[in-house]
């Protein structure tokens, strides 16, 4: 996906950026979206999601490759970037022995920020208890303190590692609508992994697909869920299938065949009747279906490389 026209500044940039690890490869990988956007990264366990979101937050260098975070090259400029950036991973942790109004007071006296009418507006919010300490709250309610700790600052990125895994559903709802409230101001922005495509699906302005390292696709939303297609046709006389780029799965049961199309065109079906085969329906496909296509086509890829 390329942004590099667009009226509005950028959130992030990354182009190019490679990372190597003794059994884990991130290859040449370019991500941007616009100031005010929600980016969704998509991918299973390993694919390399919390990887790029470390190389955004400056955590750890690229090997190669450029990152640009609210107009500050990383790592270089990270001490100034993170100053307006939100940073929750899975595995963050609070002190066990303090409260959640120590943290708060923590929070406040580093980040000049910091909003106290918010911070006050999040606890009702979250139903949570100042005066709570941390080792007494449940996963959910850890989770929700790290975000108030974060949103309280009032950054202008938000960048989420797997917020909620793990979460019960009246809980992920209240994460997911923090997480969309924070964008009231069309300045602020986020950028989250997840392996729940119903959360992706549900608060993304743009998606990308991770596997293996790589970025299988990037674009957003409308064009995903718009772009994809299964065919469901019925083959009588055995015809051989017209080569369309498009097609990345094929399904054959005796006269019964199913294809899964990428890019559609509406011209296909004219296509595959003018080759013999009777098109007998035509389905959108769900984001999770999409993913779970762009994985599968991946991988008989990566295959097909390693046989030759």
């Known amino acids: 996906m390329s942004l590099s026209d667009a009226a509005t500044p950028l959130a992030i940039e990354c182009k190019g950026i490679t990372k190597n690890y003794p059994h884990f490869r991130l290859q040449n990988v370019d991500l941007a979206f616009e100031q005010g956007t929600v980016m969704g990264l998509v991918g299973p366990n390993g694919a390399g999601k919390s990887t790029i979101l470390r190389i955004v937050m400056g955590l750890i260098a690229p090997d190669s490759g450029s990152v640009n975070v609210l107009g500050r090259t990383m790592p270089s400029e990270q001490l100034k970037a993170k100053r307006d950036i939100g940073f929750i991973a899975e595995d963050m942790r609070l002190y066990e022995s303090e409260t959640i109004e120590f943290h708060m ?44 700790l974060a949103l309280a600052r009032r950054p ?123 098109v007998d329906a035509i389905e959108r496909l769900t984001l999770e279906e999409i993913f779970l296509s762009n994985v599968h086509h991946a991988k008989s890829n990566k295959k097909m490389e390693l046989a030759r």
């Open 105 to 148: 007071n923590f929070i406040k006296s580093i980040f000049d920020s910091w909003d106290a009418e918010y911070a006050k507006h999040l606890l009702k919010r979250f139903d949570l208890n100042k005066a709570q300490k941390v080792k007494g709250l449940s996963h959910g309610q850890r989770v929700k303190a790290t975000l108030l």
């Open 156 to 278: 202008k990125l938000l960048v989420f590692d797997e917020p909620t895994t793990g979460l019960d559903p009246a809980v992920r709802k209240e994460v997911l609508d923090a997480m969309m409230n924070a964008l009231s101001d069309e300045t602020h922005s986020i950028l989250f992994s997840s392996h729940n495509t119903l959360d992706i699906e549900q608060i993304s302005d743009y998606i990308t697909f991770i596997y293996g390292g790589q970025v299988v696709e990037s674009r957003n939303k409308e064009d995903f869920i718009d772009g994809w297609r299964r065919l469901r046709l019925t083959n009588m006389h055995n015809n051989r299938l017209p080569q369309l780029q498009n097609i990345t799965d094929v399904q054959q049961n005796g006269r019964l065949c199913t294809l899964t199309v990428n890019n559609y065109e509406d011209s296909i079906p004219e296509q595959l009747t003018s080759a013999g085969l009777m």
